[in-house]
């Protein structure tokens, strides 16, 4: 087994006075895909502002070993800003050139890099914030619900992609209600339930698929 990048231990936290998360023990290590499912509302997202750093956990610990890459459940898409500019914000900020975007190629949003968000379709949307993550310098990427509106030949590129990197040694997070989809590349899934969530279940690849859930 590889060495643990995100490593998440007896963690908890409550919304005023509501225990949401209560006590959930996970890991990622360098070269997996793992999952994370659940009903609505079991606190998923909260998890991943956790490992973010952007919500605190009331005890526990929530680690990520490396440099961290982030897509949030919404696309937090800078308005003002063109596809392009708003792709290209980790790039530049690496001193990187932001002429050519393969990536934007491979997830068919080239020829919308000219246009603001508010200018282009839902999934669009969802793929220029993707598309920005991947454009980071990352050891640990998080995804919360990338699949979300993305058409049949967007979702099999960007699972490509994700198996892609795991296999470069990357440890890859991913928040989803698209079992079938998750099963496909997940080494490992979470499975939350409950107020507060704990994890009822864990599936491993040779289960996966099978109708576990
Ligand atoms: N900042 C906050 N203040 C108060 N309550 C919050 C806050 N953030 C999340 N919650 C509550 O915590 C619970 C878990 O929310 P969260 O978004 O983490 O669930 P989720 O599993 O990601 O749900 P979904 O599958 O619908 O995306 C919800 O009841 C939500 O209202």
New binding site residues.
């Given amino acids: 087994m590889g060495e643990a990048l995100v490593l998440v231990r007896n963690l908890e936290k409550s919304?005023?006075g509501?225990k949401?998360l209560g006590g959930i023990t996970l890991e990622a290590n360098r070269g997996e895909v793992v999952g994370i499912v659940?009903?609505?509302?079991?606190?998923?997202?909260?998890?991943?502002?956790i490992l973010a750093g952007v919500?605190r956990p009331d005890s526990g610990e929530a680690l990520v070993r490396g440099k961290l890459s982030l897509v949030y459940?919404e696309d937090y898409l800078l308005p003002w800003k063109r596809l392009r500019d708003n792709l290209c914000l980790g790039l530049r900020f690496r001193g990187g050139d932001c002429d050519s975007l393969p990536i934007a190629k491979r997830l068919m949003i080239d020829r919308f890099l000219d246009k603001y968000p508010k200018e282009v379709s839902g999934g669009t949307r969802r793929k220029a914030a993707i598309a920005r993550a991947l454009l980071f310098d990352f050891d640990v990427l998080i995804l919360?619900?990338p699949l979300t509106g993305l058409d049949t030949e967007s979702k099999d590129t960007l699972l490509s992609i994700i198996e892609e990197l795991a296999e470069s040694g990357k440890a890859v997070l991913i928040?989803s209600?698209q079992l079938e989809e998750l099963f496909r590349v997940a080494h490992r899934v979470y499975v939350?339930n409950g107020r507060p969530?704990i994890v009822t279940k864990v599936l491993r690849k040779e289960e996966l698929g099978k109708g576990a859930v």
């Fill in positions: 919304f005023s509501e949401i659940g009903p609505n509302g079991t606190g998923k997202s909260t998890l991943v502002k919500e459940q919360d619900e928040v209600h939350l969530a």
